[in-house]
């Protein structure tokens, strides 16, 4: 049963591997050279996702919130792990989530060699390999004083959408459609993060909102930033309710964005922009980094605005 299982819905060719699903272990050969980049992430019923949500979107973003982290070490990817717990197997349910894992992975030249599947509480947790040339991987660590702050995409839409949902921000409904794919159908900036090997100085994917994982950043580098808000990109969308404070918030703090946010030295402002158009993003300078540790963001009349929260939690009550 569980064996038809994998089988039916987990099983596909992996070229890309030396053995993939069926054995004891998958068989990976890594490109010499290489260094692997390894990451985990894991959703759980009613905290990252509701029971109502598809199963196809549950897919897409279990794997695209993994392929986010790699991203944000300038990673290719390679290879994936499943571990899946069910309540019941339900074979339309796993057909239309392989359905939205798969599409995700083929997007991204990814291959899943293996994983766990057991009876649970719905929950998802996937493992990620990938690729990086040594001392090319794009840690949390490299900022430096001066360095322009930069974030691809926009801010903000998933955690508006978000807020939406559970009635904390009244949006039209036309508005809301168009935020809520950012929820539902985040895109991880794979190619970005590729092309950002040898011009970004540090980065980090925005998962958890953009002062919380900016502070990631400039905690590991030892060094603080000035964060313009009027120069945050945002939906169009967006922009009719931010005189709402909790549009704000989703903005600065709102979690799920998965776009990048990265540093790079001002002098390498063209070779940026031409690793965002190489990968088909736009990218947008925010802020910069200062030597004196500490986040300041501040309005369009450089007057500090006040920061009460700097992103999620889980742990927070
Ligand atoms: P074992 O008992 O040796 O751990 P399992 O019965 O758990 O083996 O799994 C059998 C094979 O199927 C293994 O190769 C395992 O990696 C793979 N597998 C199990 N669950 C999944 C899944 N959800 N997705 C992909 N591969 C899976
Ligand atoms: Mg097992």
Known sequence: MEFTLIARHFTRATPGAVL?????????APSPGMQLAVSTDMLLEGRHFSPQDSPAGLGHKSLAVNLSDLAAMGATPRWATLAIAL?????????????????MAD??????????????????????????PPGQALRRDGARADDD?????????AAMALAYRQGRLFMEQ????????????????????????????????????????????????????????AALPTLPVAQTYLHEKVARDCVLAGGDDYELCFT????????????????????????????EPGLTVIDADGQPLPIDHTGYDHFAA
């Open 149 to 157: 702050v930069w974030v691809s995409g926009t801010l903000g839409a």
């Open 20 to 28: 993939g699903v069926g054995d004891d272990c998958a068989l990976l």
């Open 87 to 103: 309540p019941e197997a339900n074979d339309a349910w796993l057909t239309a989530f392989a359905r939205g894992f798969f599409r």
């Open 264 to 291: 790079a030295p001002a002098a390498r402002r063209d070779a940026v922009q031409a690793a965002a158009q190489s990968a088909g993003v736009a990218v947008t300078r925010i802020g910069r980094i200062a030597a």
């Open 174 to 229: 036309i508005d809301a459609a168009r935020v809520l794919p950012a929820l539902y159908l985040p895109t991880p900036r794979v190619e970005l993060g590729i092309a950002l090997r040898g011009i970004a100085s540090s980065a980090i994917d925005i998962s958890d909102g953009l002062l919380g994982d900016l502070g990631h950043i400039l905690e590991r580098s030892q060094v603080g930033a000035v964060v313009e808000f």
């Open 107 to 132: 997007q991204h030249g990814i291959e899943l060699v293996g994983g766990d599947t057991t009876r649970g509480a719905l929950t998802v947790s996937i493992t990620v390999i990938g690729e990086v």
